[in-house]
Structures are given as structure tokens and as C-alpha cells.
């Protein structure tokens, strides 16, 4: 079955940086689009960030543009969110998620897997 795992979360500090990872198996990594969005405590879950089968396209949210950066290695089937000058208001569960058709990669709807989560607090 398909499977997405992130990791790399935890606490850091105003201004400190997280490298997120997500691993994905049981699916053609290459043919899928890749997204990550957060979801903080008593709010709806958001866009983050995309990024298109090859690593052609990618696009973000205005509140992280200039802040992360998604990437991904299809050799690796993994998809990486480096996120820099973090703020107090980034800290949420990050997921990631595969989206085939990728039509729409900034709605959470149209992703066909999801994974778990990770935690990222970010202190004052």
C-alpha cells in the first residue's frame, strides 16, 4: 500500500531552520505530484508548498515564499521541505501529501495520499 512518512520535525528557535523529508513507497514516486501543507491548532489545513512529477514547477504559499524551499529526488522517492527564518506562527503539523493528476496543487482535496504528519513548534 502507498505510504508517506515524514520526518524532521521538532523545536527550534524564532529565525532557526527545519528540513522536512518525506518518503514515499508504494507508488510510482515520478508520476505524482508532491505537496506539502501544515495545519495549526484550531484551523483549517493549508497550502505550503508544490512541487510538479520532475521538479520542473514549484509553487508556494505568499506567507513562505522566500522562507522554504521544496524539492524532490525521484531516485529516492522522497520529497524535502528546507524551511529557513521560521516564525512563531509556522509552528503546525506539516504533511505531505501525492497528488497524480496535479491539476490543482494547492488544494488539499485533490491529493490522493496523505501522510502522518510531523510536528514543527517554533519558540519566541
Known amino acids: 500500500q502507498v505510504q508517506l512518512v515524514e520526518s524532521g520535525g521538532g523545536l527550534v528557535q524564532v529565525g532557526g531552520s527545519l528540513r522536512l523529508s518525506c518518503a514515499a513507497s508504494g507508488l510510482t514516486f515520478s508520476s505524482y505530484g508532491m505537496g506539502w501543507f501544515r495545519q495549526a491548532p484550531g484551523k483549517e489545513r493549508a497550502f505550503v508548498a508544490a512541487?510538479?512529477?520532475?521538479?520542473?514547477?514549484?509553487y508556494y504559499a505568499e506567507f513562505v515564499k522566500g522562507r522554504f524551499t521544496i524539492s524532490r529526488d525521484n531516485g529516492k522517492s522522497t520529497v524535502t521541505l528546507q524551511m529557513n527564518n521560521l516564525k512563531p506562527e509556522d509552528t503546525a503539523v506539516y504533511y505531505c501529501a501525492a497528488d497524480e493528476d496535479f491539476g490543482l496543487p494547492h488544494i488539499a482535496g485533490e491529493y490522493d495520499y496523505w501522510g502522518q504528519g510531523t510536528q514543527v513548534t517554533v519558540s519566541s
Open positions: 512541487i510538479t512529477w520532475g521538479g520542473e514547477e514549484t
